[in-house]
């Protein structure tokens, strides 16, 4: 058996892998890191899976094909932060998004091989944090077998039932430039734009009776040139948290748009998930974005991880080491549980 490791052991473990800078772009000398652990830990099939210069998907296998995979991106978000222990605290970027989930995972999957679990394997992938590169590659994979999917995110160990979408985009605003103080000689961009914001704002979104309601988030306006004149040009950056299909929100997004003169550009999107969480975990639902959305098109997904996601980006963020052990627990018997259920 697979000896467990003390708090300390696992304190140093993460804080040393805290240490590498592997922010969005700057994966590599993370994803050489974990190779080399892997390989020792007993994952010998090792396939580097291209997604741009410099960077990989790594996914690892043992002499077995996988039927269960531990998945996670190893990007984080900037900026790289000191890295300290604080009692029973590690803080550090990426200590719970998701640097220490996959440390948990790592822990469990030694124990899956101790015991002579063969069949698991790992799928590590870059840029979930900006664009999902590398699970949109991910897909390309030939993985022939792949029975189920565990995706670490920080979700305070409850297994995920459903996630939000996701709708991006930027509204534009265009005007006549002309002196202030005479309205009949121009248009002011931010007045259509103020009242276009305001159409969306206050629309009647749809609402769902797990993931609760559609919301939305003006991120950035800008515009004008002076206030002493009328605008010539105006936008904001908007993101809605969806729980229903995007193609329709958009086209009532890009309507309302329409009636205030305004135009809608450059949207990027994702569909809400909806899992098949095991019985007999807790659960819940999260109303942020996760490589899941793509990583479904490999093999059903379990969404779960150690941490908590409001920590995950903060210059505080840390994570409870009795938290990532349990996290340990939770990944060994939900893997175990997967392999189990061979349909």
Sequence with gaps: MAAHPSPDSLANHLQSWLRIDSTSGQERAFLETLETELVQAGFTQITRQPVAEGRWNLLATTDQPARVLFSTHVDTVPPFLPVRRQDDRIYGRGACDTKGGLLAMLEAAKRLLARGQREVGFLLVVGEEVDHCGAKTSVNLNLDGLERILLCEPTRNKVVAAQKGMLKFTLHTEGVAGHSAFPDRGVSAIERLLNALQALRTDDW?????????????????????????????????????????????????????????????????????????????????????????????????LVGPGDIRLAHADHEHIELSDLQAGIELYDALASQALADRG
Aim: avoid cysteine; hydrophobic fraction near 45%; charged fraction near 15%.
């Design 206 to 302: 749809p609402v769902d009776p797990l993931l609760g309601p559609t919301t939305l988030n003006v991120g950035t306006i800008t515009g004008g040139v002076a206030a002493n004149v009328f605008a010539p040009a105006a936008s904001a950056q908007i993101l809605m948290r969806a729980v229903s299909p995007i193609v329709p929100l958009l086209e009532r997004v890009e309507a309302l748009a329409r009636e205030h003169e305004a135009r809608i550009e450059g949207a990027v999107f994702n569909d809400p998930v909806f899992f098949d969480p095991p019985a007999g975990y807790d659960t819940d639902t999260v109303p942020f974005n996760t490589d899941a959305t793509y990583l479904s098109q490999l093999a059903p997904v379990w």
